[in-house]
């Protein structure tokens, strides 16, 4: 498409394109139809393994991690030092032994594992795709924002957390009515305006959804993986890889 | 596969590529000009990943032009670590967001290796990989 507005016609054609290639590569999204109707929103559930040096979580007897000094960052983003994390932390708590999606790098092997759930809903409003995700320990304690925060990319934080917008905060599920986390659409044509024109430009077909996940979704832990653009003849399922 | 070439300094006007009409605003940053990114010390790289690819990089959008677009990187070197030179190059603002993606309107993963994007995406020898900054996050 070459406008960077998305109708729901269009989001839902989006979303099949995505959900063939996920069952494709074992990625795990599901659709999720809304009483039989055609609304619906795609889900995903994954494991992910949080570093302890990002900032306050709790374990799940509640103990708090000792509050680690706020990743430095220097004008650019970029972390200065490796903080260390078995100098302030009380405990070591379930480490994971492989990154999930090879996402992020266990420090020190203290990490906390958290259960996600991702939700791609439609917005009418802002005509785009919008991220809902929330997060449990693995004792099915749900996460506070603050907590959140704690789970970005310290390299995203500093912007994110700039947003006088709040970028992301919590919001009731528009179908489900239970709090989510969820990344504020009012932006997102901002930043996929120039790549839908500079694809429509050459006349290249653009999946909306998938273009978009794949800038969202790291953010939050989700990893959109390769195979996911690259040719059919050469994607490689994604269960070879998993660690279980 | 592909053939592990030398990186060979190119002049500008061979490294020209298709007119982005967009404000180029960017300043040279104050060293000398490299064409090659040299990593923090890695020790402990492997030979391969010390290995080198060429990366064409385009702006997107009003994002400023790069005035060395062609560069030669570690096999091993990330997105993420990618996004953050080309920020400091065209000395973006803190709350400035770099995107990197691949010709397909991809966003590869911050910790993908440009390697493997070389080894998925190249044309003609060269990874061509698309820039663009954002306001993104409000």
Known sequence: ?244 | MFAAARFEELSETKVQSCQLKMSDNAESPTETQKEELHSPSENSATSEEKKKIDVLLKAVGDTPIMKTKKWAVERGRTVQSLAQFISRFLKLDANEQLFIYVHQSFAPSPDQEVGVLFDCFSSDGKLVLHYCKSQAWG
């Not at chain 1, 680690?68 to 260390?84: A, F, I, R, V, W």
């Not at chain 1, 009418?124 to 789970?151: D, I, N, Q």
């Not at chain 1, 653009?206 to 653009?229: A, H, K, T």
């Open chain 1, 1 to 244: 498409m070459s406008c960077s507005v998305l109708d729901e016609e269009q989001f839902r054609q989006c979303c099949q394109l995505l959900l063939q290639r996920s069952d494709q590569l074992g990625d795990g999204w599901s659709w999720e139809a809304v009483q039989g109707s055609e609304e619906g929103y795609l889900r995903k559930t994954a494991l992910r393994s949080v570093p302890s040096d990002w900032g306050p979580l709790h374990d799940q007897e509640g103990f708090n991690f000792h509050p680690q000094p706020q990743t430095l960052c220097d004008s650019t983003g970029h972390e200065k030092e490796e903080q260390d994390p078995a100098a302030s932390t009380g405990s070591v708590f379930l480490t994971a032994e492989e990154d999930d999606d090879g996402s992020y790098t266990v420090t020190n092997g203290s990490s906390l594992v958290l259960q996600y759930e991702y939700h791609i809903l439609f917005s009418c409003s802002y005509g785009a795709p919008v991220l809902y995700f929330r997060a449990f320990t693995l004792e099915g304690r749900s996460l506070a924002l603050e907590e959140m925060w704690s789970t970005i990319h310290p390299n995203y934080r500093l912007c994110l957390q700039n947003s006088p917008l709040n970028a992301i905060s919590q919001q009731e599920h528009p179908l489900l009515g239970q709090p989510f986390f969820f990344f504020h659409p009012c932006r997102t044509e901002e930043f996929m305006g120039p790549v839908l024109q500079a694809a429509s430009d050459q006349g290249r077909p653009v999946n909306y959804v998938l273009s978009w996940l794949s800038v969202v979704g790291p953010v939050v832990g989700l990893d959109v993986p390769l195979q996911y653009c690259t040719p059919l003849h050469s994607a490689v399922s994604l269960n070879s890889t998993k660690p279980h």
